[in-house]
């Protein structure tokens, strides 16, 4: 088989404990794909070397040449310098670490970088549920909470790439302590550790006799698949607490309908697995908040592409050149 009229794009999805990496052609068709450990103990030297090693065996199995490399980063990234800047939830010293370059270097190929968070929002609007959608947001619900808004068709990206955090908007004045140093973020209250806690909790109260059946009493056991079983099975503990969890996302989404007037909202994560049952409190939330036009048809929903929006948006990224708009209304 000749691909030699077609381009063909890597994107890497750098996470935390895994890196995925996808080959695929401009329309988001992926030809080769796989996961492995990311191994940040190793240091930057160690997981530059293993994900560059990854896209050059895809790239060789698939029998094709890449024209670029799109890259999502989970921290701040400087998109223009194609460096790091400050990466929390991998171990190693990421601080101004030239990864794009590094990479671009061993891959004989241009890379572009950006926030991992981004890159999935990216993927949905280009490839996922949000084709042809004029202006949407998304909530990746998994370890943190991460998003994205496509304004007018565009990701809205602001002056350094990390807008679109719309996880930490604060949903409770007093609430815990948050990842990113504030508190009360509606990530406190709907990623899957927090929800899990919350289960657990529920469990060792006597309050949650389906789910302790469920996992087998073992609190490590408790996730958002387990929490919706029980749910299902009549815990109203467990009921209770997905009720809240999508009550705050509509809280914490209102706000932004407000702002934004949205014709959807994507669920993403691992905690999108509940959408079926945060969407009904959630709607609720924000009509209740929601009253200077009507909200009815705005469409709540949960990704169509899962765990690959990450290399797709990389992907489209790749594809375009670089995560930042070329063209600036101002100079
Ligand atoms: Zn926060």
Same mark, same amino acid.
């Given at each position: 088989?000749?691909?030699?009229?077609?381009?063909?794009?890597?994107?890497?999805?750098?996470?935390?404990?895994?890196?995925?990496?996808?080959?695929?052609?401009?329309?988001?068709?992926?030809?080769?794909?796989?996961?492995?450990?990311?191994?940040?103990?190793?240091?930057?030297?160690?997981?530059?070397?293993?994900?560059?090693?990854?896209?050059?065996?895809?790239? #060789?199995?698939?029998?094709?040449?890449?024209?670029?490399?799109?890259?999502?980063?989970?921290?701040?990234?400087?998109?223009?310098?194609?460096?790091? @800047?400050?990466?929390?939830?991998? #171990?190693?010293?990421?601080?101004?670490?030239?990864?794009?370059?590094?990479?671009?270097?061993?891959?004989? !190929?241009?890379?572009?970088?950006?926030?991992?968070?981004?890159?999935?929002?990216?993927?949905?609007?280009?490839?996922?549920?949000?084709?042809?959608?004029?202006?949407?947001?998304?909530?990746?619900?998994?370890?943190?909470?991460?998003?994205?808004?496509?304004?007018?068709?565009?990701?809205?990206?602001?002056?350094?790439?990390?807008?679109?955090?719309?996880?930490?908007?604060?949903?409770?004045?007093?609430?815990?302590? !948050?990842?990113?140093?504030?508190?009360?973020?509606?990530?406190?209250?709907?990623?899957?550790?927090?929800?899990?806690?919350?289960?657990?909790?529920?469990?060792?109260?006597?309050?949650?006799?389906?789910?302790?059946?469920?996992?087998?009493?073992?609190?490590? @056991?408790? #996730?958002?698949?387990?929490?919706?079983?029980?749910?299902?099975?009549?815990?109203?503990?467990?009921?209770?607490?997905?009720?809240?969890?999508?009550?705050?996302?509509?809280?914490?989404? #209102?706000?932004?309908?407000?702002?934004?007037?949205?014709?959807?909202?994507?669920?993403?994560?691992?905690?999108?697995?509940?959408?079926?049952?945060?969407?009904?409190?959630?709607?609720?939330?924000?009509?209740?908040?929601?009253?200077?036009?009507?909200?009815?048809?705005?469409?709540?929903?949960?990704?169509?592409?899962?765990?690959?929006?990450?290399?797709?948006?990389?992907?489209?990224?790749?594809?375009?050149?670089?995560?930042?708009?070329?063209?600036?209304?101002?100079?």
């Amino acid at each position: 088989v000749s691909h030699s009229q077609t381009s063909f794009f890597a994107g890497i999805d750098l996470g935390g404990t895994n890196v995925a990496t996808a080959i695929g052609d401009a329309n988001g068709n992926i030809v080769a794909h796989e996961r492995q450990l990311t191994g940040a103990p190793d240091g930057h030297a160690a997981v530059i070397g293993r994900i560059a090693s990854s896209v050059e065996r895809l790239a #060789s199995r698939a029998g094709i040449r890449l024209d670029a490399v799109g890259m999502g980063v989970p921290g701040l990234v400087d998109i223009a310098a194609g460096e790091t @800047r400050f990466l929390p939830n991998l #171990s190693g010293n990421w601080k101004d670490v030239p990864l794009a370059s590094c990479l671009s270097e061993r891959l004989g !190929c241009p890379v572009h970088l950006l926030n991992d968070a981004r890159a999935a929002a990216l993927g949905e609007a280009i490839f996922g549920l949000g084709r042809g959608v004029r202006t949407m947001l998304i909530y990746t619900l998994g370890t943190g909470v991460g998003g994205g808004i496509v304004i007018d068709g565009r990701l809205h990206m602001g002056p350094l790439g990390t807008a679109g955090e719309i996880g930490h908007v604060c949903v409770q004045a007093d609430g815990p302590w !948050c990842s990113c140093g504030s508190r009360g973020c509606l990530e406190t209250f709907v990623s899957g550790p927090a929800l899990a806690g919350e289960g657990v909790r529920l469990m060792l109260s006597g309050n949650a006799p389906a789910l302790k059946r469920l996992c087998g009493g073992d609190m490590n @056991r408790v #996730s958002p698949e387990i929490l919706g079983e029980a749910a299902r099975e009549g815990d109203v503990g467990v009921q209770a607490a997905i009720e809240r969890a999508g009550s705050l996302l509509g809280l914490a989404a #209102s706000g932004q309908v407000l702002a934004l007037h949205p014709d959807l909202i994507i669920l993403s994560g691992g905690v999108a697995g509940l959408t079926g049952m945060l969407t009904p409190p959630m709607r609720r939330a924000i009509q209740e908040r929601v009253r200077m036009f009507p909200v009815d048809r705005i469409r709540v929903e949960r990704s169509s592409l899962g765990e690959m929006a990450g290399v797709l948006g990389a992907i489209a990224v790749a594809r375009q050149g670089g995560a930042m708009p070329a063209e600036r209304v101002h100079p």
